[in-house]
């Protein structure tokens, strides 16, 4: 089977040196893990800090070793209680077979919905973002959000939610005209920008002349900056992730003006979902509702074959993608 391995810690953005495809031979099952065959792969944004050295929520990615990430398989062995043919989300993404062990990989209804699905809108970007709009951020029926990266995985979550659950306005940030186009056209999003056109405050400003109530961040800086100035009294703010800064080679300082937190009761709070399971199940009930219903749509920018994981990697980070990055390796 074939893996993409980590050779060399990147500056700024990852190029060809980055990866290396190894061929290998996989190792015999042990009770309790199933052979599988990968149908699709999840590029994400928080793998490209794990390349850097140094600690984080998650350790850094090892040089020489396999990369990983979620992904979807389908089981054509297994020495485990999980049955030949079932689909197993789990986290040896980056490579086309893997063993896995059963007891850490999550089991999801088979052809149900697309296998891309279990990455995207029933996965972990559409769960960070329940997880930050409602428990994080506590949005309430008749906010005004904001929400930047407002055409990616998560983003796009986001502002769906929060018109699905009564938002009074919601308005999202992209970096194309298609994409502000998306948002508004697709999505239902009452207003976009591209924040690439002109400074973010300008813009979110005009976005809000009655101010914002809740602020979903993930690209940090500027952004973050700005929702600071327009957010009212007693705003939210969850901080999701800081995109803009990933790849970055100078040092990066957020401008966070305090004496504006203070006088109007800011409250940021950071957040990674994973500590939030306990809302899993609220998530799939009403999640899964709203796609059954067909009230949800779930974007995904599908690149094909494993080679083609790098490029779909490094095009993800500087925003190739709509809605979520996936890579497909089988069909379902
Ligand atoms: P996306 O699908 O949003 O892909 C990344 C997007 O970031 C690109 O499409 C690009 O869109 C945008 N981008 C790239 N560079 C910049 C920049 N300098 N300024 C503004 N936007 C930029 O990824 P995800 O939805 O998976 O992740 C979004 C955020 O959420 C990330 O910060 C990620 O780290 C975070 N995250 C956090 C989790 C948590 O538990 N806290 C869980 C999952 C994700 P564009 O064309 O608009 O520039």
Redesign the pocket.
């Known amino acids: 089977t074939r893996e993409w391995h980590f050779m060399q810690r990147p500056v700024g953005l990852p190029g060809p040196e980055t990866f290396k495809l190894v061929e290998r031979d996989l190792p015999p099952l042990q009770e309790g893990q199933c052979l599988v065959k990968n149908l699709v792969l999840s590029v994400?944004?928080?793998m490209r800090p794990r390349m850097d050295a140094g600690p984080s929520y998650v350790p850094p990615f090892e040089l020489g070793e396999a990369l990983t990430g979620s992904a979807v398989g389908e089981v054509v062995e297994t020495r485990s209680d999980v049955p030949l043919g079932s689909w197993l989300v789990h986290q040896a993404g980056w490579r086309e077979h893997a063993v896995v062990d059963a007891g850490a990989a999550r089991v999801v209804d088979k052809g149900r919905y697309p296998s891309s699905h279990y990455l995207g809108v029933l996965g972990?970007?559409a769960f960070?973002a329940y997880?930050?709009l409602f428990h994080i951020a506590d949005f309430r029926r008749g906010d005004s959000v904001f929400v930047?990266?407002?055409?990616?995985?998560?983003?796009s979550m986001v502002g769906q939610f929060a018109l699905l659950a009564g938002a009074k306005r919601v308005v999202g940030?992209?970096?194309?005209s298609e994409?502000v186009r998306y948002l508004v056209d697709e999505l239902g999003y009452d207003a976009a920008f591209d924040?690439k056109t002109g400074p973010v405050l300008e813009q979110l400003r005009g976005a809000f002349p009655e101010g914002l109530d809740v602020y979903f961040d993930?690209?940090g800086?500027d952004?973050l900056a700005a929702a600071i100035d327009v957010l009212n009294d007693f705003g939210r703010a969850a901080i999701?992730?800081?995109?803009?800064t990933?790849?970055a080679v100078e040092p990066h300082a957020v401008p966070v003006d305090a004496v504006k937190v203070v006088t109007k009761r800011l409250r940021l709070q950071?957040?990674?979902?994973?500590d939030h399971e306990d809302l899993r199940k609220d998530f799939d009930s009403e999640v899964g509702a709203w796609l059954e219903a067909g009230r949800l749509m779930s974007p995904e920018t599908i690149s094909r074959g494993i080679e083609s994981v790098p490029a779909a990697f490094t095009g993800?980070?500087?925003?190739?993608?709509t809605?979520?990055?996936i890579v497909r390796l089988a069909e379902d």
């Open positions: 994400d944004p928080y972990g970007p960070a997880v930050g930047s990266g407002a055409a990616g995985a998560v983003g940030s992209a970096g194309s994409k924040y993930n690209v800086s952004h999701c992730g800081t995109i803009s990933y790849n950071g957040f990674i979902a994973f993800m980070l500087t925003g190739t993608n809605g979520k990055a």
